[in-house]
């Protein structure tokens, strides 16, 4: 054989060789890049789904933190009814107390406004002693029977339902103060 024939033989050889490895570098190329792909939209996937459970999570904490705003900012309005008509009514009671006569008419119009307002805002036990107490002063000037003592034990009985519904309302919803607070159940 001639030399030409041994080189082209080898030029051969070698183009062939290159179009080979060519071909398997190409399909690796492609594999891998096929594979990048995936791994890139799983790594997306997870990123989007760790950012909507932090989304999820911070507007939990936010819906949470309202509540608990609101619910605070409701006892503070039923604690101010609930004293409101303490006042009232205690200035009411001090009344009938130096005088058996008749009502002192401004004390019973601001004890009926404070009432109204507990009416409004307090819980039904609440508002019933706060009745309970106006019925006894209101019957008092009537019936002879109503004394201090009824009017005393109503204005007591007022005082320490109110304090029961104020000062601890959690316990008796029997749920802890967090879940209270943040307005979960138990």
């Keep these: 054989m001639s030399e030409w024939g041994v ?15 060519g071909w398997f570098t190409r399909s690796a190329g492609l594999r ?5 792909r995936v ?8 990123a989007r789904h760790a950012g909507e459970k932090q989304a999820e999570a911070i507007v939990a904490t936010v819906h949470q933190t309202l509540e608990s705003q609101v619910r605070g900012q409701q006892l503070s309005i039923k604690r ?12 009411l009671a001090e009344d009938r ?14 004890a009926k406004r404070a009432y109204q307002v507990l009416w409004l805002e307090g ?10 107490f106006m ?14 003592d009824e009017i005393d034990r109503c204005l007591l009985d007022y005082v320490t339902v109110a304090q029961h519904h ?7 919803m029997r749920r802890s103060r967090n879940s209270w607070i943040a307005g979960q159940n138990t």
């Excluded at 019925?135 to 201090?148: K, Q």
């Excluded at 104020?166 to 008796?172: F, H, Y």
């Design 7 to 21: 080189a082209l033989i080898a030029a051969g050889s070698a183009i062939a060789g290159s179009a080979v490895t």
């Design 32 to 36: 891998q890049a096929s594979a990048a």
């Design 39 to 46: 791994a890139g939209e799983e790594q997306a996937a997870a």
């Design 80 to 91: 101010d009814a609930y004293v409101t008509f303490l006042q009232a009514a205690h200035a």
């Design 97 to 110: 107390r130096r005088d058996r006569g008749a009502l002192d008419e401004v004390l019973l119009a601001e």
């Design 123 to 132: 819980t039904n036990a609440v508002t019933a002693h706060a009745q309970f």
């Design 135 to 148: 019925r006894a002063v209101e019957g008092s000037l009537t019936d002879g029977s109503v004394g201090m």
């Design 166 to 172: 104020v000062q601890e309302p959690w316990t008796w």
